[in-house]
Nanobody
Framework: QVQLAESGGGLAQAGGSLTLSCAASGSIFRINTMGWYRQAPGNERELVATIISDGRTNYADSVKDRFTISRDDDKNTVSLQMNSLKPEDTAVYYC???????????????WGEGTLVTVST
């Protein structure tokens, strides 16, 4: 089993910064993609940013140039540095992991429980 533990959510003022972190633990052989998604009230879950094993990143247009995703493969962690926060960034942020638990086993998707980010005006 794979567990994801998120931290770093909370309240920030518009224009401020927050850093989210996610640590993966359990039976992990290989991690491909790590990332963050978010879901605001009344909206569907949407991609925020992903980073794959070769370091390539992908960002939602709404967060480009404000958010930075990074990963530490030695620690199985992924972080999201969020700068210049806007009220529309308010959402529950979910850590995402695509990993295989053993050699030759297919990659599966794993999700954290979510951490709330609230940005006030």
């Amino acid at each position: 089993q794979v567990q994801l533990a998120e931290s770093g959510g909370g309240l920030a003022q518009a224009g401020g910064s927050l850093t989210l972190s996610c640590a993966a633990s359990g039976s992990i052989f290989r991690i491909n993609t790590m990332g963050w998604y978010r879901q605001a009230p009344g909206n569907e879950r949407e991609l925020v940013a992903t980073i794959i094993s070769d370091g390539r990143t992908n960002y939602a247009d709404s967060v480009k140039d404000r958010f930075t995703i990074s990963r530490d493969d030695d620690k199985n962690t992924v972080s999201l540095q969020m700068n210049s926060l806007k009220p529309e960034d308010t959402a529950v942020y979910y850590c995402y992991l695509e990993a295989a638990q053993a050699r030759g086993v297919i990659l599966l998707d794993y999700w954290g429980e979510g951490t709330l980010v609230t940005v006030s005006t």
